[in-house]
Every structure is written in C-alpha cells, then in structure tokens.
T-cell receptor
Framework: GESVGLHLPTLSVQEGDNSIINCAYSNSASDYFIWYKQESGKGPQFIIDIRSNMDKRQGQRVTVLLNKTVKHLSLQIAATQPGDSAVYFCAETQGAQKLVFGQGTRLTINP | GAVVSQHPSWVICKSGTSVKIECRSLDFQATTMFWYRQFPKQSLMLMATSNEGSKATYEQGVEKDKFLINHASLTLSTLTVTSAHPEDSSFYIC????????????FGPGTRLTVL
C-alpha cells in the first residue's frame, strides 16, 4: 500500500539555527497534508497544514513546502528554540477521512 | 479553539479487567472522531473511525469485540478495552475532526494504559 515516510529519523540542530524536516509521500491523489509536533507523553499538536493546490504556506516561525512533482513535503522551523525539541510527524489524508502518518523525525535542539 | 480532552490521562489495571477511555471535543462539534494507539518510539496507528450515531469502522487487524467504541454525541466518544491483557498496554490517543475549511484533526493528550 502507499504510505507517508520520512527521510531522516533524527535531526540535531543548534539553538537559533533553522531546521528542515523532510517527508516523502507516495500517493499522488493525496490533497491535504499536515505537520504535527509530539512531545514526550503527549498527543500530537497541530502545527501547520497545506492543500495540494498550494506550494508554500507560512505560519509563526514555520513554513511548509509542498513539491507535488517529486511528492515531497518539508517543514522549516526558523530560529529553533529548546521548546521545539519533539518528534515531528507529517500526515496526509487519503480517501474521505483517514490520516496516514509518517514514521516521525526526532528533532533535538543543542544549546 | 479546537481543544480535545481525554480521560483518564493514565490508568493501571489488572489483566482481565475492562477500561473505558473518554474523548471529548470541548469547543466544537465533531461528527467524526478517531482512535489511535502508539507504541514507544513508533508512529500512530489508526484503530478505528467513529461517526456520531453510527457504528465505528475498524481498521484491519483491530478486534472490534475487544475495542468497543461508542460515539453517543457530537462531543463524546468512548473506547473500552475489554478483558485487557499486558499486550494491550499502550498509549491511546483520540482525535476529532474539525469540519472547517481544512477538515483538520485535532488530538487529545493521550491515555497511557498499563495492564499488569
């Protein structure tokens, strides 16, 4: 079956640097993508989303880029802070309601 | 806005007992709620989709008689783990779909179940 996957399971960056977390998807029919942040022992927290008719969407310190040609999604976090340390999941909607999650990337912020 | 709560946040029970977990959308109506389980250092696995007023749709491999789901109102869904065993120990997370322009799912804080 088709799935959403991530290129890197772990990522370490220096505090204040920018982070880029990547995600590959294989279902060209997916039309809605979401990035979630999950801290230890907590539920996923919505960060930002994007529809397939867009290439880029910006939030507060975060930007999501969608490249439909190569089926690639990325999350950029500007000026990372210690509180950004978490596991980040990309997810896509397939069909009417289901979310399919990637395996996650653990982001560690070094002081 | 878009707050989802779960209760309890953690529970420890003896093998063979049943445990009920509640999921509530606090500030919006959710026609659809979802139940996931997550093992340590793994991604979320969808267990079932719960629609208000109708039977839940279970994912392949999920025992519907073991994981009973009830979605009695637009703000409440419950998951009951019946005759729990140690292998059912996991982190159970619900989400509610917010029917705005994005149909985004918002997640609860999760329930840690430990079966002794």
């Amino acid at each position: 079956g088709e799935s959403v996957g991530l290129h890197l399971p772990t990522l370490s960056v220096q505090e204040g640097d920018n982070s880029i977390i990547n995600c590959a998807y294989s279902n060209s029919a997916s039309d809605y993508f979401i990035w979630y942040k999950q801290e230890s022992g907590k539920g996923p927290q919505f960060i930002i989303d994007i529809r397939s008719n867009m290439d880029k969407r910006q939030g507060q310190r975060v930007t999501v880029l969608l490249n439909k040609t190569v089926k690639h999604l990325s999350l950029q976090i500007a000026a990372t802070q210690p509180g950004d340390s978490a596991v980040y999941f990309c997810a896509e909607t397939q069909g009417a309601q289901k979310l399919v999650f990637g395996q996650g990337t653990r982001l560690t912020i070094n002081p | 806005g878009a707050v989802v709560s779960q209760h309890p946040s953690w529970v420890i029970c003896k093998s063979g007992t049943s445990v009920k977990i509640e999921c509530r959308s606090l500030d919006f109506q959710a026609t659809t709620m979802f139940w996931y389980r997550q093992f340590p250092k793994q991604s979320l696995m969808l267990m079932a989709t719960s629609n208000e007023g109708s039977k839940a749709t279970y994912e392949q491999g999920v025992e519907k008689d073991k994981f009973l789901i009830n979605h009695a109102s637009l703000t409440l869904s419950t998951l009951t783990v019946t005759s729990a065993h140690p292998e059912d120990s996991s982190f159970y997370i619900c989400s509610a779909r917010f029917r705005g322009w994005t149909d985004t799912q918002y997640f609860g804080p999760g329930t840690r179940l430990t079966v002794l």
